[in-house]
């Protein structure tokens, strides 16, 4: 029986629009290290498009294709894998996302590739018999919800990287630095203008749990210390759901405690005009 391997892959989904969150698997990226920077690369990249079209109709196919073929290069290359996944992320990151590595063990990398490339990546085949049955061929689209924490992060991190502002910002801005070592909460981006610094930070009001009750309380703690070290005005702006019940009584809660912290509430559709704000004050 031959040895088995460990190899760690990760999928190459499409993203047309982070805010959307919706995306389609297009490719699979497996390697093997064997100490030395060798062993086995493999990439799996779709040639069908049906599912990216139904997703994204006017998408540029020229654009993922030669994608595709960049990366097939590169992997072929022992001295560049490395720099494979960096480059890929600089080059197309308001379009390609990563999914998280996961690992297993196999005995034959390239039909493990090609099996999880099957299940995860291409459309399944209908044989002629089930055409007639099957009514939509093309498997639903991935979804994630779009509520949350993570929904709004990700809709504020789209609207900085689209107005060019997203190298200059301050990420994870601790709070440690204003209350206690042991304190590891952390603001989602921020940006020093003149004798201001503006904080913005994704807070559910679709989920008010314990995180958003406690968002104006740290502000109310770490507020006037900011103003004592950096002798600068903090300026803290809630982005929320675009749309949550009012009328829930944890959110009025909430609501009125940011309202007594002068924290600014912001749907996620105003951050486009927001990140113009920021590049006007960051002057690019």
Known sequence: ?????????????????VIREEFVNIG??????????????????????????????PFDIEILES????LSELMGDVQQRALVLHQMMDSYSNLIQLSPVKSCFTEEPERELRDLARQLVEMPKIVPWAEEKQQSPEPALETAKKTGRRFIYSGISEAFRSAGVWEMLMKDV??????????????????????????????????????????PLRVAKVAPRMV??????????????????????????????????????????EMAEIAQIARLDLQL
Do not use: C
């Not at 904080?199 to 008010?208: E, G, K, N, Y």
């Open 67 to 70: 994608l595709g073929r960049e």
């Open 174 to 215: 601790p709070a440690s630095t204003y209350t206690n070592a042991e304190d590891d909460f952390t603001f989602d981006f921020g940006y020093a203008v003149g004798d201001e610094i503006k904080i913005f930070h994704a807070v559910s009001l679709v989920d008010p749990g314990h995180e958003t009750q406690m968002f």
């Open 228 to 269: 004592a070290l950096r002798q600068a005005v903090p300026q803290f702006t809630a982005v929320v759901e675009n749309t949550y019940d009012a009328d829930d009584k944890a959110v009025r809660a909430v609501l009125a405690f940011m309202q007594d912290e002068a924290i600014r509430v912001a749907p996620l559709r």
């Open 1 to 17: 029986m031959a040895e088995k391997r460990k190899v760690e892959y990760f999928l190459l989904r499409y993203v047309p629009s």
């Open 28 to 57: 699979l990226v497996m390697t093997e290290s064997d100490g030395d920077g060798g062993g086995f690369a493999g990439l799996h990249f779709t040639k069908d498009w049906r599912r990216a079209r139904r997703l994204d109709p």
